[in-house]
C-alpha cells in the first residue's frame, strides 16, 4: 500500500497474569484498525529498551490489578517510558479487575500528570473482556483514542 508509511501507528502494551487484559488490549487494537490506525500489541516484559517505544503516535497502556496495584511490568515499563518523550503524544490507559481495579487509574495518572500525554477521556476499567458489553467497550476505547490522534 502507497501510503503504508504514513499511516498514524499506536503501541498497546499489557501486563496481564490471566490473560483478561491481554484480551482487552487486543479488542482495543480492533477498534484502532477500524479507524486505519497501524497497530502493535506487546506484553510490558517484551519492551526492555526505550527504543521499542520510539515512533508511534499513540500510546495505550494497561494492566490488571492484583493486591491493590498494577503488576510489575508495568511499573518497570512507566519507569522506562519516562524519558521516552511522550509528551503530546496521545494516550489510553486500561486493564481487567476484580472489585477495586487501581491499576488503570493509577496508569492513567502517570501518562497524564508525569508524561504530559494527551490523554482519552478516561481510563478503561473491565471486569471481564466479555461481559456487560466490554467486548464492544473496549473496540469502542480503540475509536474513541483514533478521533484523537486524527487531530
Ligand atoms: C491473587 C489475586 C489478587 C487480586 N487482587 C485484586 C485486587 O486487589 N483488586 C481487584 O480489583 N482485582 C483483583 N484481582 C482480580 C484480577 O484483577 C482479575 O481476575 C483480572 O481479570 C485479572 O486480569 P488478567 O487476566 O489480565 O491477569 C485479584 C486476583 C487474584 C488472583
Redesign the pocket.
Known sequence: MEDFDIMSKALIVYA???????KIGELIAEGLRFSAIEVQVTSAKDIKKMDDLAGFDAYIFGS?????EMMESMKTLLFLAEKAGLEKKTGGAFG???????APDRIYETMKNIFQMDMAGVPLRLK?SSLGGGFKMAQDYGREIAKKMEK
Open positions: 496481564s497474569r490471566a490473560g483478561e487484559t491481554r490488571a490489578t492484583y493486591h491493590g481487567a479487575f476484580g472489585w477495586s481495579g487501581e471481564s
